[in-house]
């Protein structure tokens, strides 16, 4: 109970769940040494924290920021930029986190100081303002950023795919540089994630929700809410950072598209609310539902939409197309907030019971 | 007499306070019932459920008849009820002359009446154009009042005009509100100020804790100052 | 009535002038900066122009904000399906549109322009009404609904026309400039600044002369009273969501012909832009997303011909500026 922070799933269903998940992700590259399966596993471990600190700020807080993905960018182009410049080295992956992370930090106390003092609505517009400003930064400043194309980068040695740590013949299976890095994520993932759960189930975590269900009565308490919410800004953006540079040393890129963009803003929000605000776990359920629902959903719909092209139906192959998944998974999205507010967890947690 | 207003075991809960309590009261036709009590008793959050801001969680209320506990609050009014809530609520934005081009629902200002209420509230006439946020506060409560009358409502509903004004104004307020009263108009008049209440009510209702506890004629009750005193308690410390 | 508009009121309160000279001390403050005078005629007159396509997305969005404190994340969508919905009429009717005659030309961009007003608007009734109505009063829900709104919105339009740029080419006489002396004003732009002033003008003609527009200014001071004076504040609300997704419909067709080009993610782009102006003139203020909308065009247009790199940010800095002086925005309208 100590390493959850005293916050136990509290659902057998959820618990059994998370152990599948876990472990399954603990396993795969023993199981599946594929590609795409370690591709999809990595994805799963790093959204799981990204998402969870973004549960911080949207379940435990009650704001909506837009300018997570800004964090999530700055990790992954920190290390970038870092191991392009200056070359494959620890060195430079440590002058990635040192100069990356205290970025990621004061931005989030400036846009926390500037506008977290307003309300809800005000914040959620201009983080949205402020992120797409990076993003355009991001993708001018070609000097620095590479621009579009972003920047490909080497890893250390001890990383490389090429690396072969303990070959087949000892194991059973091939411990190489990749698989090590899986490693490195999926612990440094679940870290972050029982990081986070500590900091929800401290004193800190309890005065968040109060200022979440009634702001002003906590201010009435004596609790300097934008200092409390500024607090908890900085450190969703801490591990979302950190996220980005998991994410970056595990493509050996990073660019607008895989750290920046808007759509991954979206993913985030459909991860934690389909998942559940407030919980954290729902952050490793959303984040392994929707991941693989994006990598193994989108072939049933082509075939599906192939299916409704042959049968020569109208608008069915357009809304089946396997790129318009995201169609289907915003009406999910809104039917989850409209229905299930608590999302999967909540469900789980809390069976609705037949009224009376 | 008949009854114009009455509710019957009321409950309003308002997020997980229980505020009113089980409460039953009448309003005479043509009569004013002032509706008295400490802070926090309840008296504005009884008009509020009235006019339907906040919803009875149990009860009945009827107006003339008929049921309005469900009714929303837009219905309740043009069932003819007007309402002069405690922060008088004029919309400052706008002139004194749009506010009332507002609250005159069924269609354009009736000049005879508009001149029976600049005779009581000179005020309006000469700001008639001014914003109305720009008026003093006894003007704003004069405007308030007025939105409530410019058409006629079978049932007025004020909630504390005297509050926070100066003792020369509440003196000219009370002689506008008997005026309005002469009328013929039905109040239900919430008011901390024991002289302008005793002024002005025909009956009375003392409230505490969310339900009625005393009821009976005002006269009665200005005439037993030991019944003020174990009623009112510290509400007359204003009491002249 | 009686004569009662001659009795002197009191004295005016003073007006705050200071936000509207702001446009106007911006212009002149860029002209020696500029140098070239018709340099600055034609960027001042392209800002002009490009502000006032963004007034007309923006109004919609800000008056709904002030009477029901409701912000639709989705707004952008309405944008985008205006620019769609244009290209209906435009495309099959292309003749029309490279006909050389003004007459031809607007006989067909007038419909088309209605045609994108009409059907945002009913789609502004179906978004209100399942998006909007159910999380009434939940900001937090509101926000996720209509985001959720705007991912549907747009993919819906990918699958519909195809992720492909739709080309919209500019109405043949509405091409090129005008030349005064060595001043070249593009003919696009004058009706960009034409139709963006009329749209100003007739809200404020609403707001100010009807009693519709009586009723949503009290409405966006108090709506408890508009309720309990007997008005039905919902449906006056649905109204305007109606016309203020109309109007995002109108503004976009006229940026998708701006741009000469059709995009679904345009509604995106644009929705930050329209964010940032709503905050600069102070949520729920007409006025105020007028100045504000002059003010992000200005910038873009000065700051791009000064310091093109600059003008990635510029919207930002101006906003970050314009928030330290007035943490409300420019006219802050409701105590909300």
Request: with cysteine; net charge positive.
């Amino acid at each position: 109970m100590m390493i959850l922070s005293g916050d136990p799933p509290r659902s057998r269903a959820l618990t059994l769940i998370l152990v599948v998940v876990i472990a399954g992700l603990a396993i795969t590259p023993l199981v599946f040494p594929g590609a795409k399966a370690m591709n999809v596993a990595t994805k799963i471990c790093i959204f799981a924290a990204l998402v969870a600190s973004y549960d911080l700020l949207l379940g435990y807080t009650g704001t909506v920021s837009f300018a997570h993905t800004m964090f999530y960018g700055i990790g992954s182009y920190a290390i970038a930029i870092a191991l392009y410049s200056m070359g494959p080295s620890w060195a430079a992956v440590a002058t990635g986190v040192v100069i990356g992370l205290p970025l990621a930090m004061l931005l989030a106390l400036a846009i926390g100081l500037f506008s977290l003092r307003v309300e809800a609505i005000f914040f959620a517009m201009i983080t949205l303002a402020v992120a797409s400003a990076f993003l355009v930064l991001a993708s001018q400043l070609s000097w620095l950023t590479g621009g579009e194309d972003g920047r490909s980068f080497q890893l250390p040695e001890l990383l490389r795919p090429g690396t072969v740590l303990i070959s087949r013949g000892t194991l059973g299976f091939e411990l190489n540089g990749r698989v090590l890095t899986y490693y490195l994520i999926f612990i440094a993932s679940a870290a972050m994630i029982l990081a986070l759960l500590r900091v929800v189930n401290s004193p800190f975590g309890r005065v968040l929700q109060a200022i979440r269900e009634n702001r002003f009565r906590a201010e009435a308490l004596g609790f300097r809410t934008v200092f409390h919410l500024t607090y908890a800004n900085c450190i969703a953006a801490l591990v979302a950072a950190s996220a980005g540079m998991l994410n970056a040393l595990w493509l050996r890129y990073a660019g607008p598209d895989t750290s920046l963009s808007f759509s991954i803003m979206l993913d985030i929000l459909l991860m934690v609310v389909i998942g559940g605000m407030g919980t954290i776990y729902g952050a490793i359920i959303g984040a392994t539902i929707f991941i693989l629902a994006q990598n193994y959903l989108q072939a049933l719909m082509g075939a599906a939409s192939n299916a409704a092209a042959e049968a020569g139906l109208p608008l069915l192959p357009g809304l089946l197309h396997p790129d318009r998944w995201l169609l289907w998974l915003g009406l999910l999205f809104i039917a989850s907030v409209y229905f299930f507010p608590t999302g999967v967890v909540g469900r789980l947690r809390n069976p609705p019971r037949k009224s009376a | 007499m008949t009854d114009l207003l009455t509710l019957a075991g009321v409950h309003t809960h308002v997020g997980r306070y229980h505020i009113l309590q089980g409460v039953d009261f009448a309003v005479p036709e043509g009569q004013t019932t002032m509706l008295l009590g400490r802070n926090g008793a309840g008296k504005t959050s009884t008009l509020r459920t009235v006019i339907g801001l906040w919803q009875a969680s149990a009860g009945q209320i009827s107006l003339d008849g008929q049921r309005i506990e469900n009714s929303a609050t837009p219905d309740i009014a043009r069932l003819g009820v007007g309402y002069v809530p405690e922060s008088m609520a004029v919309f400052s934005d706008l002139s004194v002359k749009e506010n009332l081009v507002l609250a005159a629902r069924d269609g354009p200002l009736d000049d005879t009446r508009l001149e029976w209420i600049f005779s009581f509230f000179p005020a309006l006439r000469r700001f008639w154009l001014s914003r109305a946020g720009s008026l003093s506060g006894g003007q704003k409560q004069m405007l308030s009042i007025a939105r409530a009358i410019v058409e006629p409502r079978k049932l007025l509903l004020i909630d504390e005009p005297t509050k926070g004004l100066a003792p020369a104004i509440v003196v000219a307020l009370i002689e506008c509100l008997a005026e309005i009263k002469r009328h013929g108009a039905t109040i239900l008049l919430v008011e901390q100020n024991f002289h302008a209440a005793r002024e002005l009510g025909d009956k009375v209702l003392v409230m505490d804790n969310g339900k009625i506890v005393h009821r009976g004629e005002m006269a009665a009750l200005a005439a037993d100052v030991a019944l003020q005193e174990r009623l009112l308690g510290l509400s007359l410390e204003a009491h002249q | 009535m009686t004569d009662l508009a001659a009795i002197a009121a009191l004295p005016k309160p003073k007006r705050d002038f200071l936000p509207v000279l702001l446009p106007v001390i911006l212009a002149l403050a860029m002209l020696p900066l500029i140098g070239s005078g018709s340099s600055w005629v034609t960027l001042t007159v392209a800002s002009f122009a490009m502000g006032m396509m963004i007034f007309i997305m923006a109004s919609g969005l800000t008056l709904v904000f002030g009477l029901m404190d409701v912000l639709n994340f989705g707004h952008g969508a309405f944008i985008s399906v205006g620019a769609y919905v244009a290209t209906l009429v435009l495309l099959p009717l292309a003749s029309w549109v490279q006909a050389d005659s003004l007459l031809t030309n607007l006989a067909v961009l007038a419909p088309a322009a209605f045609l994108a007003m009409a059907v945002s608007g009913a789609l502004g009734l179906v978004v209100e009404r399942v998006l909007i109505l159910p999380v009434y009063g939940q900001h937090l829900k509101q926000i996720l609904m209509t985001t959720g709104g705007l991912i549907v919105a747009e993919q819906a339009l990918y699958a519909l026309w195809g992720p492909q740029i739709i080309p919209l080419p500019l109405p043949t006489s509405l091409r090129g400039s005008f030349i005064i002396g060595d001043i070249a004003i593009a003919k696009y732009r004058l009706l960009a600044m034409l139709v963006g002033l009329v749209v100003f003008c007739g809200i404020q003609l609403v707001l100010n002369r009807t009693k519709i527009g009586l009723l949503i200014r009290a409405g966006v001071e108090n709506r408890e009273m508009v309720e309990a004076l007997g008005y039905r504040i919902r449906r006056l609300f649905l109204g305007v969501f109606m016309v203020g997704s109309g109007l995002a419909g109108l503004g976009g067709v006229m940026w998708a012909l701006y741009r000469e080009q059709v995009h679904a993610s345009m509604g995106n782009d644009l929705t930050v832009l329209v964010f940032i102006v709503v905050i600069i003139g102070g949520l729920g203020s007409i006025g105020g997303c007028f100045i504000g909308a002059l003010l992000v065009a200005m910038v873009a247009n000065y700051g791009g011909f000064l310091v093109p790199k600059l003008a990635l940010v510029s919207n930002i800095l101006l906003m970050v500026a314009i928030l330290m002086w007035r943490p409300r925005g420019l006219y802050a309208v409701t105590s909300r």
